[in-house]
């Protein structure tokens, strides 16, 4: 696995919302791609968020952290520890 990562935004929607969001986008631009290879990154990015909506206890991350929940805006940054699971890092300009 790559050092991929995706960019989740959150205020106004919680962390679930934006990760679904950013996986119906991806997935579009698979579907839309016109190459017969799938881009690498584009897949990854999409194993990662599959992996991140199957397995995160959503009411757990949304009542751990107000930017999680949407109630304060932040960009989140979704990307796998050295155990390979994903984990959520604040890119927050405060």
Known sequence: MA??????KTGGHCIQAAAKSEFRRITLMILESTGDEISP??????????DFLEKSDF?????SDERLAGTVESVCILRRDANGNS???FDDKD
Do not use: C, H, K, P
């Open 87 to 89: 984990v959520i890092m």
């Open 41 to 50: 990154v584009l897949a990854e990015q999409i194993e990662l968020l599959t």
């Open 3 to 8: 050092n991929v990562s995706v960019i989740l």
């Open 59 to 63: 009411g757990e991350l949304r009542s």
